[in-house]
């Protein structure tokens, strides 16, 4: 499938601080970009997702944008918390392969 | 509204053994999938049914077949564990097709195999 890069691969910020995931993408027919959290001994779990007929969503303190043009989409986190903790997955659709490319994702930790 | 279901949680077994791992869906999704999480390589694809009879290879299909029970139920074999097979594995599912999808994948929690 298609590459999905996604910076960092860990990440620590203080609690109510702000935290950034940034993925890039190769496919210019993407068109879907999810984002997943998972927590330990879990599985990843949908929190956020966009398509390319918009350039931003919010829900409540997460975000994501997403930049068509250099093909690169970014989820936000505003006002931190502990529970926030856990790896977070990027992920984009492809019409040169199958269902999702995942990024290889970003553990965050958000310290009291 | 239970999801996506795996069985078992946990598992170890020796080289060479065979087992199913077995996943099941109520959300009355067409597509579903099979992938495996390592350490640092993210999720990968192994296998996925866009309907009942129907499958196609992922990203790493070797070492595992399936079966598309149902639409319900997608299970993943495993003919003869090597340890390279020690992983999480993940089911997931969702609406329509899994070919240049647009709708969001339901996961379950996982199912850790060791192989000893």
């Known amino acids: 499938g298609e590459n999905v890069e996604q910076h960092p691969s860990t990440l620590s910020v203080q609690e109510g601080d702000s935290a950034v995931i940034k993925c890039t993408y190769s496919?210019?027919?993407?068109?879907?970009f999810p984002w997943y959290k998972q927590e330990l001994g879990k599985g990843p779990q949908l929190i956020i997702d966009?398509?390319?007929?918009?350039g931003e969503k919010k829900d409540q303190r997460i975000a994501v944008t997403l930049n068509k043009t250099a093909k690169h989409f970014s989820l936000h986190i505003t006002e931190t918390q502990p529970e926030d903790s856990a790896v977070y997955f990027c992920a984009a659709n492809s019409n040169s392969g199958y269902a999702l490319n995942f990024g290889k994702g970003t553990s965050l930790l958000v310290t009291p | 509204n239970a999801g996506v279901t795996q069985t078992p949680k946990f598992q170890v077994l020796k080289t060479g053994q065979s087992m199913t791992l077995q996943c099941a869906q109520d959300?009355?999704?067409?597509?579903m999938y099979w992938y495996r999480q390592d350490p640092g390589m993210g999720l990968r694809l192994i296998y996925y049914s866009a309907s009942e009879g129907t499958t196609d290879k992922g990203e790493v299909p070797n070492g595992y077949n399936v079966s598309r029970l149902n639409k319900r139920e997608f299970s993943l074999r495993l003919e003869s564990a090597a340890p390279s097979q020690t992983s999480v594995y993940f089911c997931a599912s969702s609406e329509g097709s899994p070919y240049y999808s647009n709708q969001p994948q339901h996961f379950g929690d996982g199912t850790r195999l060791s192989i000893l």
């Open positions: 959300m009355n999704h067409n597509s």
């Open positions: 496919d210019s027919a993407s068109n879907y």
């Open positions: 966009i398509r390319s007929n918009v």
